[in-house]
């Protein structure tokens, strides 16, 4: 169950449930991982989820960076088998722990995906 005015995703991991969050430390953790800025990233998955390909390795660690608040000592394994427990429902668990953030513009009301864009207002 998500909350939505915190970008957490309650997830199976290990025989327990842990919160997935996406907040402000788990961006940097993506930045450092993918080597870009935020902006970058955004736009990047928002353009491969719009053309129907997106990559396996950056939901993984998108999940991965997401579990780091709940478990600092998060592998990128950790990550996969959460993957592999969500199976149709990781597009959208990915997707919506980016939305949920609140650091991110919102889709559209005509349906587009979200534009990737961090929001000013990410304090």
Do not use: Y
Request: hydrophobic share 40%.
């Amino acid at each position: 169950m998500a909350n939505k005015k915190r970008g957490r995703v309650s997830v199976p991991f290990k025989s327990k449930r842990i919160n997935l969050v996406m907040d402000f430390n788990a961006l940097c953790e993506l930045e450092d991982h993918f080597g870009e800025d935020i902006a970058a990233i955004g736009e990047r998955l928002s353009a491969t989820a719009s053309n129907g390909n997106p990559s396996l390795k950056d939901m993984r660690a998108i999940l991965w960076a997401s579990m780091l608040n709940a478990r600092p000592d998060a592998t990128l394994a950790d990550a996969g088998e959460v993957a592999g427990k969500l199976g149709q429902k990781l597009g959208d668990t990915v997707s919506g722990l980016f939305e949920q953030s609140g650091l991110f513009d919102a889709p559209s009301s005509d349906g587009e995906t979200s534009s990737g864009n961090a929001t000013s207002s990410a304090g």
